[in-house]
């Protein structure tokens, strides 16, 4: 199919999603806490090299639609995948997904498994993320509605996929202890998972194996591994800012967490208690979306147990 053709396709599903779901307005992310719920829009954007993102609720969708592979990168909900689906089926013809790559293991990124399931040959997670995924469920009572990957790797999973090459890297904990970084090395796109969150306070879910102090670590791995030219997918953006960027917004989110542990520190230094600490806030980050972890902070640094 040609480059022209896959736009076409792409504008098109756009106007039949846009139409079905009444609004053209694009919602990254859920509003503020308080706020009133925003509609939720699907919204397709191509990138290049049959590559896109899908956005609707939840966590940032990757997706590829190549004449000779298909390939989708998180699931969001199952209301919100079946969305994806509806939009997405136009543009792969009667092809299945060859991959389903789960970037964590958050009901966000993993709700939709199930939904997208049947159209998958295979879903791709790193090994620690279908058990925490299971974890979860079972919190949650929801394990009827949820779909594992049935292939795992430990640091790096690597396969040629017709014209394009995935290769995928677990740098260690860092949002949570299952994070994988997606790389489609001929389009040169690398969906961050949670990995990135763009101009918005980044959860960080130390219950589930996170660390501050590797996810820095990991941003600056993850910029050197890749050139100038790469197009990052974020997992997460504050509404209305975009979900795609360059390595400066990676290194941004690396200086915000250099701050973060700076300011706990300085604060666990001068006999500061939590409270104190967490009162104190951000004020530099202050146009961020949400609020700081500064008491998960806290505790990895006071190597508290958590819980």
Known sequence: MTSNRREFLVRSTLAVAAGAFGSTRLFAQQPAAGAPAPPTVPVFAS????????????????????????????????????????????????????????SHHHGDHTGGNKVLQPSVVKIVAQENAPGLQRKAAAAQK?????????????????????????????YGPGHTGGDSVIFLEKANIVHMGDLMSHQRHPRVDRPSGASI????????????????????????????????????????????????????QKGIAAGKSAEEIVKGGLPAFSEHEGAPQLQVAYDELSAKKST
Not at 73 to 80: E, G, H, L, N
Not at 157 to 169: N, Q, T
Not at 229 to 251: E, I, Q, R
């Open 213 to 264: 102090q590797n996810w820095l670590v990991t941003l600056e791995k993850t910029v050197k591994d890749h050139n100038a030219d790469t197009v990052y997918v974020f997992g997460h953006s504050k509404v209305g800012a975009p979900v795609t960027g360059s390595s400066k917004d990676l290194l941004a989110l690396r200086d915000y967490f250099s701050a973060m542990l700076s300011y706990v």
């Open 47 to 102: 990138l290049r090299r049959n590559v896109g993102t899908f956005t609707a609720r939840g966590g940032t969708i990757g997706w590829m639609a190549a004449p000779d592979a298909v390939v989708v990168i998180d699931s969001q909900f199952a209301d919100t995948s079946k969305m994806f689906l509806e939009g997405f089926k136009p543009m792969i013809g009667g092809r299945k997904i060859d991959l389903l790559i789960n």
């Open 142 to 170: 929801s394990e009827d509605a949820q779909a594992y990957a049935d292939t795992t790797f430990k640091t790096d999973w690597k396969v040629d996929l017709g014209s394009e090459v995935i290769s995928i890297r677990h």
